[in-house]
């Protein structure tokens, strides 16, 4: 069973916010984009650089090594160089408090 870990109180990850946590040993990237969290393996498929930083525009992180884009949502590469996804992770947040899981 995977664990499930808490990224922090929801009030205190303001829009925008960027933060790694570690789920089952991977780091796990987690972002606030339009009032959503959402949670995908901090790793960009095509060359294992890191995707916490990155540029978050039109629900898409941007790799700040070769510029490939991911979809927050589905993890899904769209555009080049990367063609394969980033695992996603499942959000929640109850009583106030962010988490993560694996789905």
């Not at 606030?32 to 992180?61: S, W």
């Not at 979809?71 to 499942?90: H, I, M, N």
Request: glycine share 12%; net charge negative; hydrophobic share 35%.
């Amino acid at each position: 069973m995977s664990e499930r870990v808490k990224v922090g109180p929801e009030n205190e990850l303001p829009e925008g916010w960027q933060g790694e946590v570690q789920v089952d040993g991977v780091g796990v990237l987690v972002v606030r984009y339009e009032g959503q969290f959402y949670a995908l393996r901090n790793n960009c498929t095509h060359k294992d650089f890191p995707l916490l930083g990155g540029e978050v525009v039109m629900g898409r992180i941007t790799c700040e090594k070769h510029g490939a884009r991911f979809e927050l949502s589905t993890g899904k590469a769209r555009t080049l160089p990367a063609v394969k996804p980033v695992k996603v992770y499942r959000t929640e947040v109850e009583d106030g408090e962010v988490y993560v899981s694996a789905l």
